[in-house]
């Protein structure tokens, strides 16, 4: 089973940026995506970006132009870079791996608060 540790969360000011970081168990070589989700109160998980193996990288409409994801193969970790942080950003970012014939892991999230 693969653990995934996030950390970087926390309170910034609108406009301020934050990296998060997921640090896996094992090597992310074997991991075929990795990405990072968030909910707020009352709304449905969403895509924030994902990155796959190949380096291939997508981002929720949401943050496009905002947000940066990036992998460190070396340290088996995942960075989000986000950037120009809106009060909307609020929410609980889970890191997210999936493995072909293995599943799908989660985090247990870091908590992202933007005031205005």
């Known amino acids: 089973q693969v653990q995934l540790v996030e950390s970087g969360g926390g309170l910034v000011q609108a406009g301020g940026s934050l990296r998060l970081s997921c640090a896996a168990s094992?090597?992310?070589?074997?991991?075929?995506?990795m990405g990072w989700y968030r909910q707020a109160p009352g709304k449905q998980r969403e895509l924030v970006a994902y990155?796959?193996?190949?380096?291939?990288?997508v981002y929720g409409d949401s943050v496009k132009g905002r947000c940066t994801i990036s992998r460190d193969n070396a340290k088996n970790t995942v960075y989000l870079e986000m950037n120009s942080l809106k009060p909307e950003d609020t929410a609980v970012y889970s890191c997210n791996a999936v493995i072909s014939f293995r599943g799908s892991y989660w985090g247990q999230g870091t908590q992202v608060t933007v005031s205005s």
């Open positions: 990155i796959t193996s190949a380096g291939r990288t």
């Open positions: 094992e090597s992310i070589f074997s991991i075929d995506v």
